[in-house]
């Protein structure tokens, strides 16, 4: 028994001397039946013969490869023991079998080149100079002297030169199909063999013409063939070139010689493309020439070049850009190709370049059948054109400047673009797969039949052939219609993306010289982008790229692309503004454009970072070294407290005696981590309450750095240690890990002496630490500020700014009112000695968690607090419908809510015993204090709200409760809310809906619960 892997990947043991219909269905014969009787017809050996059958099977069409194997059998029964010898041989036969009826009839009538496939010579890459010898030696020439006996091109010669041919292409064929070759060598080796067809047809054209050694002709390869990449079955593209040599009496007749080399090119021609027995090769195209089909079929090279210099077109350069000299005159060839190289990377300086090359592509793209666009290969949307175009214009537009991108083929110039910055890693690695994917279809669906077709076929059978030929054996069909669909969708989008660049030929050819783009033409460019000051955007432009300099280059490479994503950002102005700031800053380090040209996902989010957040602008002015965070998600996450406190610390300690340096160390530290936050929060990787985390976290840490410093310079001063332990408490949206990017830092101060240590001396020094502190972080700088605000301590401005334990302790048993129980809610240890800040929490506990709640009067008494601060505390001309905090159904009123369900039943429920806002109303929930919708309307009333007060910060770059009336700005901090261009007042409508709903809750629960 045998073990075998059928079509699903199931195994199937099959008996080594039986076979059915049946099971050879199951394994991937179409027709069973049929399969039985053939294998019954090749001989009893071969009915057993497990390892033929798994070949077989291994195939793209296993009843294809069977009914070649069988008729190959019939004329040489010698292959099937071959087979046994030679397990190679007989993979690479059937793969062909399996792929190409064409090549199975091929080999069925000339036996003998199966042998081709077996041995050592199989896997043998046949050079470009051996495929010319053996075809030339076909026709009856020598390599040396190309140019056979005198008479006529006879059939028998033809049929010789495809005979030769086809058997290298079954050759080639089968090392495609089992693997051993990349789509490049195969396609390489494609255009050497048609070269070596093309210098053996010009070779059999001299025989003709006795003659012809007194004319130089050289064939170009145009197109695919010029580039080596080839397909199996297309037209070869050429153009010729011809030079008379000198008579016997130095006499030169230019007008005969080209005569001559036009008859000795028509033969060619002829050669090739002439029906035989054996069939024809393919037909040689030469309508790429100057003015195509109506103009001379050979030029001289002073023709081409007046030709080209004077009335080609765009398209004429762009087909150009492939040029090879594949036959006849090397050298000569070699000289035409280097002088119309010298137009090619010109041509982009033409009026009009890039928008000719895009209007080639949509007149190309018109032409298609409408039955046939969405399954042609080559030249419907999302095909081996869209990708084709797209990196030729790159090459042409940049490679002026830029020789690295002057590549023939696709792949080596997709990869010299990414490799240069002008085309993402990404995009570029997604680009070449569906071009590999799209050109492997495409050898599938010509190698079956050896015709010239790009149209995937629809009919089931062909549709199972090409998916098992590209290896795919669960549900070949399925898998290969959605990664066929899903790469030509990619493609398309890839295309449309780097093909209709914005400003691409403007800035690629920025003013240099008079042919350049008009400044008029510019700006209107610019302003139809969104630019609101196209005058300034222009300047920006020309000072990052203006000059000889290794900058100016990378930045012209950077900024067709950059303002493309400025003008996607909601302030493009801002964008290219921040962008020439940062550069002017970092363009001198090697590494900042280097890092944005290779680092594609780098530039990118810079560049929407920078159109939208005036507050991450200012953030990455004084620490660009920042950018290095972006385009990385793992970059994005938040820092360990643990690891960032660490830091802080060590930086502080690096400046004994110089608190100042100590603490600007560590706020240059925030300053960088209040980026990273920033950058992760716009970007959506990180949600409000994760913002929230992140910044209360930095505030803590940026805190206990400035305490190590503060009390280091007071024990300095005092020639003494401290003599006291001392605390920050965290208080408000600080104590509640609800930091916003302009939240003050509210906090309360609590020491207790150390033992020995009068309590004067002890409050003196304390004082001279929270003093010191408060100073130290509000020292100018240009890092953001951290505002102390001790205003929620027992009796607010008018109360000691320090309290020892004892005192607090006092104050809150005799004086306390319901409003400070209410800010003891969310009081958190923040910095200094853990072990007081606990010891004050237990001390503040009975107050913000009443074991029997509090009183009616109390609960009276902080709802007509709360109506106080509706009337009274609101800005003067604020709409109480836009202001976030204060305003119905706003932060205060969400807020408010939880804490009043705190105070009534936090004591006895230790759910609720918790900072947080959020927390507290899913607590609230779980006691069934509140109902899940009222809790989700809140919640999301108070994550809209917060999520615009950060909004208006990012955006403006300073903090404001109400949203702003301006339009413009309105709009920007829309479109950082996730919002499109034009939803700003949908926005508004949206942020009314969610705190009107709200305040309903809040009328309900607060004030009649």
């Known amino acids: 028994m045998v073990v075998i892997e059928d079509e699903g990947g199931a195994v199937d043991t099959v008996p080594r001397m039986q076979t059915t219909a049946g099971r050879l269905a199951r394994l991937g ?8 009787r053939l294998l019954d017809e090749l001989g009893p050996e071969a009915v057993g013969d497990i390892d033929l059958l798994a070949s077989l099977v291994g195939t793209a069409d296993p009843d294809l490869a069977l009914t070649s194997l069988n008729r190959l059998a019939e004329r040489d029964p010698s292959v099937l023991g071959s087979f046994r010898s030679d397990p190679g041989l007989r993979t690479r036969l059937l793969g062909v079998f399996g792929v190409s009826a064409a090549l199975g009839e091929h080999v069925v009538r000339h036996p003998e080149h199966w042998r081709l496939l077996g041995g050592a010579q199989a896997v043998q890459r046949p050079t470009e100079a051996e495929l010319r010898a053996e075809l030339l030696l076909a026709v009856g020439a020598e390599p040396e002297n190309p140019e056979p006996r005198a008479g006529d091109a006879t059939t028998d010669t033809l049929v010789a030169l495809r005979v030769a041919y086809r058997g290298r292409l079954l050759h080639l064929a089968a090392r495609d199909v089992t693997g051993e070759l990349s789509l490049s060598e195969v ?57 008379p040599r000198e008579g016997a009496d130095g006499t030169v007749d230019e007008n005969r010689a080209i005569q001559l080399a036009t008859r000795l090119a028509q033969g060619m021609m002829r050669a090739c493309s002439t029906s035989t027995p054996e069939g024809s090769l393919w037909e040689v195209d030469a309508a790429l020439r100057p003015e195509g089909k109506a103009g001379p079929l050979v030029r001289t090279l002073a023709s081409h070049q007046a030709y080209y210099r004077r009335w080609a077109k765009t398209w004429e350069f762009q087909a150009l850009l492939k040029a090879r000299p594949i036959a006849g005159d090397a050298e000569l060839g070699g000289q035409y190709v280097s ?53 030729q214009l790159l090459q042409l537009v940049h490679g002026r400047m830029d020789p690295l991108l002057r590549r023939r083929a696709t792949l080596p110039a997709l990869a010299a673009l990414s490799r240069g910055g002008y085309v993402g890693r990404d995009d570029a690695k997604a680009l070449a797969e569906a071009y590999t994917f799209l050109r492997q279809i495409e050898h599938l669906i010509q190698l079956h039949r050896l015709r010239r077709t790009h149209v995937v076929p629809e009919g089931v059978a062909d549709l199972r052939r090409l998916g098992r030929g590209l290896a795919m054996t669960i549900d070949p069909v399925g898998e290969f219609t959605t990664q066929w669909k899903r790469h030509a969708m990619e493609a398309r989008r890839l295309h449309e993306k780097l093909f209709y660049r914005p400003l691409l030929q403007a ?68 964008g290219l503004l921040g962008f020439r700031q940062i550069s002017d800053k970092l363009g001198a380090t090697p590494w900042y454009l280097r890092l944005l040209r290779d680092e594609t996902a780098v530039a990118s989010q810079l560049a929407r970072l920078l159109g939208t957040s005036r507050y991450a602008t200012g953030l990455l002015m004084d620490a660009p070294e920042a950018v290095t965070m972006l385009g ?57 309450e994760e913002v929230g985390q992140a910044l209360s976290a930095l505030n803590d840490v940026t805190i206990q750095a400035a305490l190590d410093a503060a009390v280091g310079k007071v024990e300095m001063e005092r020639r003494t240690p401290l003599g006291t332990r001392f605390a920050v408490i965290a208080m408000g949206r600080l104590g509640g890990i609800e930091s916003s990017y302009g939240s003050d830092a509210d906090v309360m101060f609590v020491h207790s002496p150390l033992e020995g240590m009068p309590e004067r001396e002890a409050t003196d020094a304390a004082y001279a630490v929270a003093n010191e502190l408060r100073r130290l972080l509000a020292l100018p700088s240009s890092d953001p500020p951290l505002i102390i605000d001790p205003d929620l301590r027992p009796e607010g401005r008018q109360g000691a700014l320090v309290r020892t334990l004892a005192s607090y302790a006092a104050y ?59 009337a009274e505390r609101l800005p003067r001309g604020a709409d109480p419908a836009l202001h976030t905090k204060l305003g119905p159904g706003g932060l205060s009123d969400v807020e408010w809510v939880a804490q009043l369900i705190q105070l009534r039943h936090a004591g006895r429920l230790p759910s609720l015993r918790t900072t947080r806002t959020l927390e507290t109303l899913r607590a609230a929930v779980g006691e069934e204090l509140l109902s899940e919708a009222d809790e989700d309307v809140l919640s999301r009333a108070w994550i809209f709200a917060s999520r615009i007060r950060d909004a208006i910060v990012l955006v403006r770059g300073r903090a404001a409760d109400s949203i702003p009336v301006d339009v413009r700005e309105r709009a920007l901090i829309s479109r950082v809310l996730g919002y499109p261009p034009d939803g700003s007042e949908d926005f508004v409508d949206d942020y009314r809906r969610a705190t009107r709903r709200a305040r309903r809750v809040v009328e309900r629960v607060f004030y009649e619960g």
């Open 632 to 688: 990385s998600e793992a970059e994005l996450d938040p820092r360990p407290v643990a690891a960032l406190l660490s830091e802080a610390r060590a930086m502080v300690s690096r400046y004994p005696g110089e608190a100042e340096k100590g603490v600007g160390a560590a706020r240059g530290l925030r300053r960088r981590e209040l980026f990273r936050t920033a950058i992760a929060d716009l970007s959506g990787h990180i949600g409000i």
């Open 29 to 36: 014969f179409a027709d069973g039946a049929r399969a039985e």
């Open 339 to 391: 002088l119309m190289n010298d137009m090619v990377w010109q041509a982009a300086t033409r009026e009009k370049f890039v928008e000719d090359v895009q209007a080639m592509r949509r007149r190309v793209e018109a032409h298609v059948r409408t039955s046939e666009a969405e399954r042609q290969l080559k030249l419907g949307p999302g095909g081996l054109r869209d990708i084709e175009f797209a990196v």
């Open 187 to 243: 396609t390489a080796e494609l255009s050497d063999l048609a070269g070596a067809a093309l210098e053996a047809g010009l070779a059999i054209a001299r025989s003709e013409h006795p003659e012809s050694d007194s004319v130089r002709l050289a064939v170009i390869g145009m197109g695919k063939c010029g580039a080596r990449e080839l397909n199996y079955i297309s037209d070869v593209d050429v153009i010729f070139v011809a030079e």
């Open 812 to 870: 809150y048993e005799r004086w306390s009112s319901p409003w400070e129980s209410q800010a003891l809610l969310r009081a958190r240890f923040s910095a200094g000695d853990a072990e007081l800040g606990v010891s004050l929490l237990h001390l503040a506990d009975p107050l913000r968690y009443p074991e029997r709640g509090i009183s009616d009067a109390a609960v009276l008494q902080i709802r007509k607090l709360k109506a106080r601060m509706e």
């Open 507 to 574: 800035v690629a050819r920025l003013p240099e010289s008079e042919d350049r783009l008009s400044t008029v033409a510019a700006k209107a460019r610019l302003e139809a982008l969104g630019y609101t000051d196209p005058t300034g955007a222009l300047r920006h432009i020309s000072a990052l790229s203006t000059g000889v300099s290794r900058r100016a280059a990378i930045q012209r490479t950077l900024l067709p692309v950059m303002l493309g994503w400025f003008a996607d950002a909601p302030d493009p102005d801002a």
